[in-house]
């Protein structure tokens, strides 16, 4: 059994910052990648950004500059650092784990995280 324990959504201004963190706990390879997806109200789930244990990571085009994956392998727990946030990065962000990167790119895991809020508004 794979547990994903997700913190740090919240309400935040235009352009201002946000860190999410997620600690992984159970059943799960530490050679597991681990990343952020996204969903907001009918949109379809969405890679946010995605890292492997080496340190290789992928962004979606849209975040790419503004934030910034990272994880500590020791802790197995992945962060999430989002700057310069706008109103359409609004949306339940989901902590993903079990990912490695293919010859198509980064493919999520099967584990998921409760999800928490990040809502961008003035």
């Known amino acids: 059994q794979v547990q994903l324990v997700e913190s740090g959504g919240g309400l935040v201004q235009p352009g201002g910052s946000l860190r999410l963190s997620c600690a992984a706990s159970g059943s799960i390879s530490s050679r597991s990648g681990m990343g952020w997806y996204r969903q907001a109200p009918g949109n379809q789930r969405d890679l946010v950004a995605g890292?492997?244990?080496?340190?290789?990571?992928k962004y979606r085009d849209s975040v790419k500059g503004r934030f910034t994956i990272s994880r500590d392998n020791a802790k197995m727990t992945v962060y999430l650092h989002m700057d310069s946030l706008k109103p359409e990065d609004t949306a339940v962000y989901y902590c993903?784990?079990?990912?490695?990167?293919?010859?198509?790119?980064?493919?999520?895991?099967?584990?998921w995280g409760q999800g928490t809020q990040v809502t961008v508004s003035s």
């Open positions: 993903n784990a079990g990912g490695y990167y293919s010859a198509t790119g980064y493919v999520r895991g099967d584990y």
């Open positions: 890292i492997t244990t080496s340190g290789r990571t």
